[in-house]
């Protein structure tokens, strides 16, 4: 079978603010290059305050990187929905963007694109709440408003401290991989962020960004997965 192959990665970036406490985005953008990914989906891309403008500004994006934001925010301030990004490689061609809503104590949101890649793609973005309840129902959302596509990868910021339990409402349909430790950066000791693959999605490989760099630009280690899908059928 002929499959067309992409790589993902996600990070919580705090903002750009790094663990010596200095709010430095050349760095994240430093970090973020160096995860020769296709797609990137970010966590805390935009700060709280106010309009909520982003981390990252859109200027420096476009200079020193090859990626575009996908327009997934509401304002020219922000580049997120509830904080999560994402930024797809020059020439990769997104189709749709849907900003969703998800349940739960706190405001919590994620983003679904779809790609024109392989046999099509459909990437979400998210961040899920701090409370197993309200992650539960926000990955059952996520796999209710999903149902219909043929090919999916969630990823993010999964906040679940689990490798067994937590992810429930994905089975059957999902199969969850933590690539590794990705927090805290300084002394890793769990996977929180992660990638959902629907069935059809084949994980090739996947890892955890240990650089120097990556271990003091934020508190989460960036994560990537290279995943193939299903190249047109005529």
């Known amino acids: 079978m002929q499959e067309t192959q992409i790589r993902i990665a996600s990070y919580n970036m705090r903002k750009a603010r790094g663990l010596d406490q200095k709010r430095r985005p050349e760095r994240t953008l430093q970090v973020l290059n160096g995860l020769d990914a296709d797609v990137i989906v970010l966590q805390e891309a935009d700060k709280r305050l106010g309009v909520r403008p982003s981390a990252l500004p859109r200027g420096m994006i476009a200079a ?3 990626f575009e934001v996908v327009r997934v925010s509401r304002n020219d301030v922000s580049i997120g929905w509830h904080g999560n990004a994402i ?6 061609d997104v189709m ?8 739960g104590f706190e405001p919590r949101g994620a983003v679904r694109v ?6 099509g793609l459909t990437v979400v973005a998210t961040h899920l709440g701090l409370l197993r309840r309200d992650r539960q129902a926000q990955l059952a959302e996520l796999n209710r408003v999903t149902a219909a ?17 937590g992810l429930e409402p994905l089975a059957g349909r999902f199969e969850t991989h933590s690539p590794g430790r990705s927090f805290h950066a300084r002394r890793p000791i769990v996977g929180l962020d992660r990638f959902a693959l629907s ?11 240990q650089s120097p760099l990556a271990r003091v630009a934020s508190d989460h280690l960036p994560i990537w997965s290279d995943i193939a899908v299903p190249a047109v059928t005529c």
């Open 199 to 209: 069935h059809g999605v084949t994980l090739r490989d996947a890892g955890v960004d």
């Open 149 to 165: 596509d043929k090919h999916c990868v969630i990823a993010g910021d999964f906040n679940e401290w689990s490798d067994t339990k």
């Open 87 to 92: 930024l797809a490689r020059k020439g990769l």
């Open 96 to 103: 749709s963007v849907e900003r969703l809503d998800l349940p």
């Open 114 to 119: 779809q790609l024109d890649l392989g046999d």
């Open 64 to 66: 020193e990187t090859d």
